[in-house]
C-alpha cells in the first residue's frame, strides 16, 4: 500500500537549501538532487518499514550520489518527513 507523504515546512526548507547549493556549485546538479529527493520520497511511501530505525520511530534514508539524509516517521495512513540534513 502507497502512503501520502507529508514534507514538513523545515523539510522542505532543508531540501531547498540543498537545491540552492548544488546549483551555485554546478549548473543543473541541484536538479538531479531533486530527482534523488523524489526517488527517496516514492520508496518511502511505498516501504517505509524497509528503512532503518534512526531513533524511536523515526526512519532514515539516505540518498547514495549526495550525502543528505531524509528523516521521516511512518503513520497508519501518511508518512511524515520530518528533515533532510548533510549526513558528513
Do not use: C, N
Amino acid at each position: 500500500m502507497t502512503r501520502p507523504v507529508v514534507v514538513r515546512p523545515r523539510a522542505e526548507a532543508d531540501i531547498l537549501e540543498a537545491r540552492l547549493w548544488y546549483d551555485e556549485q554546478q549548473p543543473g546538479v541541484g536538479a538531479d538532487f531533486m530527482a534523488a529527493v523524489d526517488r527517496a520520497i516514492r520508496r518511502i511511501a511505498e516501504v517505509p518499514f524497509a528503512h532503518p530505525r534512526a531513533f524511536g520511530e523515526t526512519r532514515r534514508v539516505l540518498r547514495g550520489r549526495f550525502p543528505y539524509a531524509m528523516y521521516f516517521q511512518p503513520g497508519p495512513d501518511e508518512v511524515l518527513v520530518l528533515r533532510v540534513v548533510h549526513s558528513k
